[in-house]
């Protein structure tokens, strides 16, 4: 039983492209989140989505970030003409349902943008 | 908005010995729950102990327990026993209990590094 995978683990992106990172959630696990951390920072909150809805993006930059959870396949974080402040961890959770369990979390993606 | 305080950025305690990570947290709501998650250098969030606001006894996992005070609005974790495989990052999280407000993310401390000296 897989948990939550992420990848790539690591990026690298040079200033102005796109990035895309990737996270399939544990089997049966239909609500996934996005957290990013900054360096020496917790995690924080990005969007919230069921299969094919974006349910919360509160936390979500309003400009040049995107994220889908499709029918088919894994959830998608896009981040469009990168900046230097993009690179972070971006982690991705899955739980089954909207009860108090705790999450459980990929191993995080580390985008660095040079 | 709720808001999760981590004061303290390093602990240190020797091995098998006992730590206390203090956390504080900030919210007009009764129903909520609380987690700590741990950190190690491999990047992994792992969840460590958690805890419902409805419950006044104290949650426990092995050698970790928490000390919830819910009128004071702390949530303190003590592992005891300390062995090198607890040194990382420990961070405190708060869930709402209502959904339909936060939708169930988390909100998290900055954290605390732990390390554990030989």
């Known amino acids: 039983n897989a948990g939550v995978m992420q990848n790539p683990r690591h990026l690298v992106r040079r200033r102005g492209q796109e990035a895309r990172l990737r996270c399939s959630p544990m089997k049966g696990h239909s609500h996934v989140y996005w957290y990013r951390q900054l360096p020496e920072e917790g995690l924080k909150f990005m969007v919230y989505l069921q299969k094919e809805n974006i349910i919360d993006e509160s936390g979500m930059p309003k400009e040049r970030f995107s994220a889908e959870f499709p029918k088919e396949g894994p959830s998608i974080l896009r981040i469009q003409q990168v900046v230097r402040g993009d690179s972070a961890a971006y982690f991705c959770?899955?739980?089954?349902?909207?009860?108090?369990?705790?999450?459980?979390f990929g191993s995080g993606t580390r985008l660095t943008v040079v | 908005a709720q808001t999760v305080t981590q004061s303290q950025p390093e602990m240190s305690v020797q091995e098998a010995e006992t730590v206390t990570l203090s956390c504080t947290y900030d919210t007009s709501e009764s129903d909520y729950y609380l987690f700590w998650y741990k950190q190690p250098p491999s990047r992994q969030m792992i969840l460590v102990i958690r805890q419902e606001a409805y419950k006044q006894q104290n949650a426990t996992e092995n050698r970790f327990s928490v000390n919830f005070q819910k009128a004071a609005k702390s949530f303190s974790l003590k592992i005891s026993d300390s062995q090198l495989g607890d040194a990382a990052m420990y961070f405190c999280a708060y869930r709402s209990e209502d959904y339909g407000g936060s939708q169930g993310n988390l909100i998290f401390g900055k954290g605390t590094k732990l390390s554990v000296k030989p």
């Open positions: 959770a899955s739980s089954r349902s909207l009860t108090g369990d705790g999450y459980t």
